[in-house]
């Protein structure tokens, strides 16, 4: 069991993960000036779809949506706890994709990327295997390294700071809802979390929205610096803006190329993400088919992720194209629409079981 | 090629022998499944077609979106 | 061991693959630093020719008294391509080390390839990662490759001396800005505005001398670089030149805080005043519907170089303030509409209007019919080490 503030960093550092570097381009690009606004939308729409995980999970405490899938639909619950797995699995293997291009692109160019995913994998999937708590009390200890440098060199790039850049503001508040699909990303993706959520003691419900709340404004925040510091135009053709911000730091003539220390901390923000995924897909495996083993179940997942995540998309242009197209869908199906029926099933299921009863 | 079969092949196995000796079956057939699909996709990238992951999800849902307006 | 130790010290070691980095790893004494770089292209054949000059690490404090002579500093190797891409992995050739470009100090720019057209070398410095952009670029006056290849006296790295003096440059005399770095002409010409950068041009040469020779000639104006004047960019190309003292008055109108000496005409004949710029505000105004751009910059003077004059009385202060006041807008005045003339809209009114006032149907032409104020309001603060200065004859004529 996990405490309710553990749940909180958890759900904070999941929903950052991968967004800090993969979105910030996209959301400048369309958004401009006005770009900070979106992910506060976005994270309010995240929030709404929030509330209708937690009446599902509280209409059956205690139990993960795989186990409501099988309470609700019977037999026909495994091929949705199917769904489910392998929907986790390729978040899990888009999320090793997207570190694996990163570091190539900017620090370690002739790596291959398996290494990366093969690490992170194997990393992943020890912690996992220790358990609930392990997780939480992992994430616990490692979120002030991450926010106390991320946002101290932020703060140090301030000096280049030019309200300028930000101006004239307000001309498209409304910007985002052009983009549906930076609505899903990453905000409908935190129902992997949901996995986790029958195991916090109590307060679960709260420490999640907050943590949402939490993670849009910090997103928000984030791209709103990265526009004041290179200027939309720049920062909406860079493809990792935040990278280049922390490139071009420079303090006096001693502090300069201090980027590696936000490689670090970006790494370790994924890491965290493809932790509660791998546990997300594990505990769906276990839950399912009650395995008495742990280990194997790793590292078949291991084998099957790594794959994954090589041939996840061809590449980031490519990525980019059919992302528009397919994110929403995608997300919205295992997210909105499954657990919506099988609220409904269930209340239907009660409803009908507590009729005969009355009379 | 035969560098995944070097590298894969012993580790599903003989994981997997040793699942069925410690008489896990429905352990070993869960294992199989995973790992040998995870197998799968390694073998189709190392035969130079890969399987691209999100283009078949988009066909999917282009299907799925046909047979729900059509 | 239990399980869980063993399992553990199998991760790790395991991930000690990743440690080494064993794809990525470059020992220092493998990488070539590069502290200043170059850029060229021939508008005939439209080749590129970078140039890239090279920190030589056996120089240092230890190598000053070595054997066998003096090292050069730094090297320069030049190699050409149909583009820039070609151009950089054509240094192979020549270049026994992995180039660094992370280091590189300065971009030099040739006056020719300015003319031409920047944008090619702006994308392609943001394409790559590890070159930042946030480093001074120069356009260079006359031979580009005699640049490269000009030593430098007491500050033995060019790319060190160059940047240094923009810094003195800026802190004394205003004749360099601060918004001159490759990623300020980015911005600000995907937001239409004009930038200015510095120029640097070889001094005269008295034939090939080599480090060793310009370290042990004593007449320092020879045989170097010089920084000064500033090249006008609009739209990724070079369209024109500013002298030094236009170049004090765009930094002071584009509100850039430093100081700067200037000599004003005064009662028949000059008087020297030591200026600091505090402030630059910019305010919009609409008159008959047309925009008034009021900009007012406020000044602090010092007497430290006043030798001419010196007030003696409150009054005498209040009028030489006035009159300072005056003359200095005068020629601000001049200044700007001069290069309006030239349709240079130095001062981004352009910019001004959009922020201000995003809806105007035309802002081009609303920026060059809009009329500009400009007040001056100088302040007497700093004094030099005299209150009343040496009279009699034995002055200047």
Not at chain 1, 15 to 26: D, K, P, Q, R, S
Not at chain 1, 165 to 174: D, I, S
Not at chain 3, 96 to 121: F, N, W
Request: hydrophobic share 50%.
């Amino acid at each position: 069991m996990i405490s309710r503030a553990q749940f909180y960093l958890l759900t904070v550092n999941f929903t950052l993960g991968t967004t800090l570097f993969v979105t910030i381009n996209e959301i400048i690009q369309r958004g401009k000036r006005d770009a900070w606004m979106m992910p506060l939308w976005a994270g309010a729409y995240g929030m709404l779809a929030a509330l209708l995980w937690i009446l599902l999970l509280r209409s059956s405490p205690g139990k993960s949506p795989v186990q409501i899938a099988r309470e609700a639909w019977g037999p026909a619950g495994v091929i949705v706890g199917i769904l489910y797995l392998l929907w986790f699995c390729m978040i899990g293997a888009w999320a090793l994709r997207n570190v694996s291009d990163f570091m190539n692109v900017t620090i370690m160019p002739r790596t291959p990327p398996s290494m990366f995913h093969v690490m992170f994998l194997l990393v992943a999937g020890y912690t996992v295997v220790q358990g609930t708590e392990t997780i939480g009390r992992l994430n616990g200890i490692v979120t002030p390294f991450l926010v106390f440098p991320f946002w101290t060199i932020l703060m140090l790039a301030t000096v280049d700071w030019d309200w300028e850049r930000l101006l004239p503001a307000f001309q498209n508040p409304w910007e985002i809802f052009r983009f549906t699909s930076l609505m899903g990303f990453p905000f409908m993706e935190t129902f992997a979390l949901m996995m986790l959520y029958p195991k916090v003691r109590s307060g679960a419900a709260g420490a999640l929205l907050l943590g949402l709340a939490s993670a849009a404004m910090s997103i928000s925040l984030v791209v709103f610096m990265v526009t004041g510091l290179l200027g939309p135009e720049r920062a909406g053709r860079i493809l990792y803006p935040i990278y280049t911000v922390v490139q071009e730091v420079e303090l006096g003539d001693v502090i300069v190329n201090i980027h590696s220390v936000l490689i670090v901390i970006l790494i370790t923000l994924i890491f965290i993400k493809l932790l509660v995924l791998l546990y997300a897909a594990f505990e769906t495996i276990h839950q399912l088919f009650r395995p008495a083993s742990r280990w194997p179940h790793l590292e078949a997942l291991s084998i099957l992720l790594s794959a994954a995540a090589v041939v996840i998309y061809e590449n980031p242009i490519q990525n980019r194209v059919l992302n528009g197209a397919i994110t929403i869908a995608y997300d919205v199906f295992h997210t909105i629409l499954i657990p919506a029926l099988m609220l409904l099933s269930l209340r239907l299921r009660r409803a009908l079981q507590s009729r005969p009863r009355r009379r | 090629m035969w560098m995944l079969y070097a590298v894969l092949a012993p580790l599903i196995v003989l994981q997997a022998a040793w699942l069925i000796r410690k008489k896990m079956y429905r352990d070993t057939a869960v294992f199989a499944a995973v790992s040998l699909s995870g197998f799968g996709l390694w073998a189709s990238i190392a035969s130079g077609r890969p399987i691209i992951l999100n283009a078949l999800i988009g066909r999917i849902i282009d299907a799925a979106m046909s047979l729900l307006s059509g | 061991m239990s399980r869980r130790q063993r399992a553990a010290a199998a991760v790790l070691a395991l991930c000690a693959a990743l440690l080494t980095s064993c794809w990525d790893k470059v020992e220092i004494n493998e990488l070539s630093l590069v502290s200043l770089a170059g850029l060229d292209r021939d508008p005939e054949s439209g080749i590129y020719t970078v140039y890239l000059q090279v920190i030589n690490p056996a120089t240092g404090a230890s190598a000053q008294g070595a054997p066998g002579g003096e090292q050069s500093p730094v090297y320069t190797y030049a190699a050409s391509g149909k583009s820039l891409a070609e151009a950089q992995v054509t240094f192979y050739k020549l270049l026994p080390r992995r180039m660094l470009l992370h280091h590189t100090k300065a971009v030099l720019i040739s006056e020719r390839a300015a003319r031409q057209g920047m944008r090619d070398y702006m994308n392609f410095s943001e394409l790559q990662p590890d070159a930042r952009t946030s480093i001074p670029l120069l356009v260079v006056d006359g031979s580009i490759a005699e640049v490269m290849r000009t030593f430098t006296p007491l500050e033995r790295n060019p790319a060190d001396s160059i940047v240094s003096r923009l810094d003195l440059m800026y802190d004394f005399t205003l004749k360099a800005g601060r918004r001159i770095e490759l990623r300020d002409v980015i911005e600000r010409v995907e937001r239409e505005e004009m930038v200015v950068i510095p120029i640097v041009a070889a001094t005269s040469k008295t034939g090939h001398l080599n480090s060793f020779d310009v370290n042990a000639e004593i007449d320092a104006n020879r045989n170097q670089l010089r920084v000064s004047g500033g090249a006008v960019i609009r739209d990724y190309r070079m369209v024109g030149r500013l002298n030094e003292g236009d170049l004090v008055l765009y930094h002071v109108l584009t509100g850039e805080k430093g100081r700067f000496v200037r000599r004003f005409p005064f009662r028949g004949g000059h008087i020297t005043v030591n200026m600091r710029s505090r402030r630059m505000e910019q305010r919009l105004d609409w008159q008959d519907g047309k925009p008034v751009v009021r900009i007012r910059l406020q000044f602090e003077f010092s007497t430290i170089a006043m030798k001419e004059y010196f007030p003696q009385t409150l009054d005498e202060l209040k009028k030489l303030e006035q009159h300072l006041n005056q003359v200095f807008a005068e020629e601000l005045k001049t200044f700007v509409n001069k290069t309006r003339g030239k349709g240079w809209d130095l001062l981004r009114i352009r910019s001004l209007l959009h922020r201000k006032a995003p809806n105007l149907p035309d802002p081009d032409q609303a920026a060059s019919e809009a009329e500009i104020k400009i007040e001056v309001e100088t302040r007497l603060r700093g004094m030099g080490n005299l209150g009343r200065l040496y009279d009699g004859a034995g002055g200047e004529p």
